[in-house]
Nanobody
Protein backbone atom coordinates (compact mmCIF):
# COMPACT_ATOMS: atom_id res chain seq x y z
CA UNK A 1 0.00 0.00 0.00
CA UNK A 2 1.17 3.51 -0.83
CA UNK A 3 0.17 6.72 0.89
CA UNK A 4 0.75 10.02 -0.89
CA UNK A 5 0.48 13.33 0.94
CA UNK A 6 0.60 16.68 -0.85
CA UNK A 7 1.61 19.93 0.81
CA UNK A 8 2.55 23.44 -0.15
CA UNK A 9 -0.72 24.74 -1.55
CA UNK A 10 -2.21 28.04 -0.55
CA UNK A 11 -3.34 31.46 -1.66
CA UNK A 12 -1.00 33.51 -3.82
CA UNK A 13 -1.30 36.58 -6.00
CA UNK A 14 -0.98 36.35 -9.75
CA UNK A 15 2.68 36.27 -10.73
CA UNK A 16 3.67 34.57 -7.50
CA UNK A 17 5.17 31.16 -6.87
CA UNK A 18 4.39 28.04 -4.89
CA UNK A 19 6.22 24.76 -4.44
CA UNK A 20 4.14 21.65 -3.97
CA UNK A 21 5.55 18.52 -2.38
CA UNK A 22 4.30 14.96 -2.52
CA UNK A 23 5.65 12.69 0.17
CA UNK A 24 5.18 8.96 -0.14
CA UNK A 25 5.14 6.29 2.51
CA UNK A 26 4.62 2.57 2.44
CA UNK A 27 6.46 1.83 -0.78
CA UNK A 28 9.35 3.38 -2.64
CA UNK A 29 8.47 5.56 -5.60
CA UNK A 30 11.84 5.04 -7.23
CA UNK A 31 10.61 2.62 -9.85
CA UNK A 32 7.36 4.33 -10.79
CA UNK A 33 6.37 7.18 -13.01
CA UNK A 34 4.77 10.03 -11.09
CA UNK A 35 2.40 12.79 -12.03
CA UNK A 36 0.81 16.03 -10.88
CA UNK A 37 -2.82 16.56 -11.78
CA UNK A 38 -5.24 19.37 -11.09
CA UNK A 39 -8.99 19.75 -11.05
CA UNK A 40 -10.82 23.04 -11.11
CA UNK A 41 -14.52 23.33 -10.22
CA UNK A 42 -16.67 22.03 -13.04
CA UNK A 43 -13.70 20.76 -15.03
CA UNK A 44 -12.15 17.38 -15.58
CA UNK A 45 -8.98 16.34 -13.80
CA UNK A 46 -5.99 16.97 -16.03
CA UNK A 47 -2.33 16.08 -15.94
CA UNK A 48 -0.16 19.18 -15.70
CA UNK A 49 3.21 17.43 -15.32
CA UNK A 50 4.62 13.94 -15.18
CA UNK A 51 8.07 12.45 -14.71
CA UNK A 52 9.45 9.11 -15.74
CA UNK A 53 10.80 6.90 -12.97
CA UNK A 54 14.28 7.28 -14.42
CA UNK A 55 13.90 11.04 -14.26
CA UNK A 56 15.08 11.48 -17.81
CA UNK A 57 11.76 12.26 -19.40
CA UNK A 58 9.16 14.75 -18.32
CA UNK A 59 5.82 15.95 -19.64
CA UNK A 60 4.16 19.34 -19.24
CA UNK A 61 0.74 20.45 -20.33
CA UNK A 62 0.93 23.33 -22.79
CA UNK A 63 -0.78 25.59 -20.30
CA UNK A 64 2.09 25.30 -17.79
CA UNK A 65 5.16 24.92 -20.01
CA UNK A 66 7.89 27.33 -19.06
CA UNK A 67 6.26 28.09 -15.70
CA UNK A 68 6.08 24.77 -13.84
CA UNK A 69 8.93 22.37 -13.10
CA UNK A 70 8.47 18.82 -11.90
CA UNK A 71 11.22 16.99 -10.05
CA UNK A 72 11.72 14.02 -7.80
CA UNK A 73 14.09 13.01 -5.03
CA UNK A 74 13.99 9.24 -4.88
CA UNK A 75 16.21 9.19 -1.80
CA UNK A 76 13.53 11.17 0.04
CA UNK A 77 10.65 9.38 -1.68
CA UNK A 78 9.30 12.80 -2.58
CA UNK A 79 8.17 14.60 -5.72
CA UNK A 80 7.91 18.34 -6.24
CA UNK A 81 6.15 20.83 -8.46
CA UNK A 82 7.66 24.29 -8.62
CA UNK A 83 5.05 26.70 -9.91
CA UNK A 84 6.14 30.15 -11.04
CA UNK A 85 4.32 33.03 -12.72
CA UNK A 86 1.04 31.71 -11.42
CA UNK A 87 -2.17 32.79 -13.11
CA UNK A 88 -5.75 32.85 -11.83
CA UNK A 89 -6.54 30.01 -14.23
CA UNK A 90 -4.08 27.82 -12.30
CA UNK A 91 -6.54 27.81 -9.40
CA UNK A 92 -7.48 24.19 -8.68
CA UNK A 93 -7.00 21.29 -6.34
CA UNK A 94 -3.65 19.70 -7.15
CA UNK A 95 -3.12 15.98 -6.75
CA UNK A 96 -0.03 13.82 -6.96
CA UNK A 97 -0.33 10.30 -8.24
CA UNK A 98 1.78 7.20 -8.77
CA UNK A 99 1.90 5.76 -12.25
CA UNK A 100 3.27 2.54 -13.59
CA UNK A 101 6.73 1.42 -14.68
CA UNK A 102 6.25 1.64 -18.39
CA UNK A 103 6.48 4.53 -20.81
CA UNK A 104 5.41 7.86 -19.40
CA UNK A 105 1.68 8.33 -19.74
CA UNK A 106 -0.58 11.19 -18.75
CA UNK A 107 -4.03 9.63 -18.72
CA UNK A 108 -5.72 9.20 -15.36
CA UNK A 109 -6.13 5.47 -15.89
CA UNK A 110 -2.36 5.06 -15.86
CA UNK A 111 -2.17 6.15 -12.20
CA UNK A 112 -3.26 3.94 -9.34
CA UNK A 113 -2.48 5.76 -6.09
CA UNK A 114 -3.57 9.33 -5.41
CA UNK A 115 -3.03 11.88 -2.69
CA UNK A 116 -5.86 13.77 -1.04
CA UNK A 117 -5.11 16.99 -2.92
CA UNK A 118 -3.97 20.45 -1.95
CA UNK A 119 -5.79 23.65 -2.86
CA UNK A 120 -4.00 26.28 -4.92
CA UNK A 121 -5.77 29.61 -5.28
CA UNK A 122 -4.34 32.40 -7.40
CA UNK A 123 -5.91 35.81 -6.98
CA UNK A 124 -5.89 38.42 -9.72
Amino acid sequence: QVQLVESGGGLVQAGGSLRLSCAASGRTLSYYNMGWFRQAPGKERECVAAIHYGGGRVYYADSVKGRFTISRDNAKNTMYLQMNSLKPEDTAVYYCARGDRGPLRVGIVAYDYWGQGTQVTVSS
